[in-house]
């Protein structure tokens, strides 16, 4: 849970009237979310990457602060629905953007063309098995010398429409696709009276040494950049 075709459903029927920044509200904004939490994170390859792939844009909260860092952005997303309101939420600057829809397990772009892949909020809804899928593909769309990726998963094994994937399936899912991980961040957040754990996991082609996995409080994380944000409106 939830699979393929769920999500699909979830997403094409799913009130996007905010666009998807409701998601970076504990952060104070979207804007705030991607200074605080995402960007320190990616930059260092970002910045390294003319070709850029995202999986699960939904609307394109994260697509529009991506798109000044690469010459070429490609999307993917299982909702035609979500893709649509990419084109309008980025007016003209969506004619320098490949909207791809998939099929939730396959990457529709060439072999050997993307220096980056990127995902967040979006791949903690994917089950085991479609990550397993997912990376296989990354090994092949990712540049053969230099290539890199940064995915947002679960690691709560299914539950509060979470995917069944943790951190430990996702290093092995890279080691069977030939990629190397490079970091695991363990993110545990309160949902209601329990934890919900996520992942980012980072990765590569290229050998950088033994993996490294650690665990940040991403709440206080999170209410630190609301802090900043309500102070300096």
Not at 23 to 31: L, R
Not at 45 to 70: D, F
Not at 189 to 203: A, G, K, M, P, R
Not at 217 to 225: G, I, S, T
């Amino acid at each position: 849970m939830p699979s393929v075709i769920e999500n699909i459903k979830q997403w094409d029927s799913y009130d996007w009237s905010r666009r998807g920044d409701e998601w970076s509200d504990p952060w104070g904004s979207a804007e705030m979310q991607w200074a605080i939490t995402v960007l320190p994170r990616i930059e260092k390859s970002l910045r390294k990457s003319p070709h850029v792939l995202e999986i699960g844009p939904g609307m394109g909260r994260w697509t529009a602060k991506l798109q000044p860092y690469c010459r070429k952005l490609d999307v993917v997303d299982v909702s035609q629905k979500a893709l649509d309101g990419i084109r309008h939420r980025m007016g003209l600057s969506s004619l320098h953007i490949g909207f791809n829809l998939g099929d939730g397990r396959t990457l529709p772009v060439a072999s050997d063309s993307i220096n980056f892949v990127f995902s967040f909020d979006s791949l903690v809804h994917a089950d085991a098995d479609v990550l397993d899928a997912y990376l296989m593909e990354c090994a092949r769309v990712l540049h053969k010398q230099h290539g890199t990726g940064f995915i947002h998963h679960s690691n709560c094994q299914g539950r509060y429409w979470r995917g069944t994937s943790t951190a430990d399936s996702v290093l092995a899912g890279c080691e069977k696709a030939g990629l190397h991980c490079y970091v695991q961040e363990i993110t545990p957040w309160v949902h209601e009276q329990d934890i919900l754990l996520d992942c980012f996991t980072s990765f590569g082609i290229a050998p950088r040494g033994p993996s490294v996995r650690v665990t940040t409080d991403l709440l206080k994380e999170a209410n630190h950049a609301k802090r900043l944000a309500q102070l300096y409106r």
